[in-house]
Nanobody, 120 residues
Framework: QVHLVESGGGLVQPGGSLRLSCAAS????????MTWFRQAPGKQRELVAA???????NYADSVKGRFTISRDNAKDTVYLQMNSLSPEDTAVYYC??????????????WGQGTQVAVSS
């Protein structure tokens, strides 16, 4: 089992910045890809950014050049630095982790979500 705890959300003005964190805990062999998703009111959950255990990252087109995903493997923590925020970035942001469990099976885990609101 993996427990994910997100933090760093809040209210920010347009053009501002926030840094989200997601810390994973649990007894697993390895955590592979860690991903940030978001879900705005009335919309489907969408991928924001993902990063592999080796540090390879990919981003949704809507956040490229503004958001940066990074991770600290020693702490099993993933970060999302969000700059130049706009009201369109308002959503609940969720952390997802793909873990290799003891025994070799693969499982997906989700955090509880953290609210990001961009408004003047």
């Amino acid at each position: 089992q993996v427990h994910l705890v997100e933090s760093g959300g809040g209210l920010v003005q347009p053009g501002g910045s926030l840094r989200l964190s997601c810390a994973a805990s649990g007894v697993v062999l390895r955590i592979n890809t860690m991903t940030w998703f978001r879900q705005a009111p009335g919309k489907q959950r969408e991928l924001v950014a993902a990063i592999t255990s080796s540090g390879s990252a990919n981003y949704a087109d809507s956040v490229k050049g503004r958001f940066t995903i990074s991770r600290d493997n020693a702490k099993d923590t993933v970060y999302l630095q969000m700059n130049s925020l706009s009201p369109e970035d308002t959503a609940v942001y969720y952390c997802n982790a793909e873990a290799i469990l003891i025994g070799g099976s693969v499982a997906d885990y989700w955090g509880q979500g953290t609210q990001v609101a961009v408004s003047s």
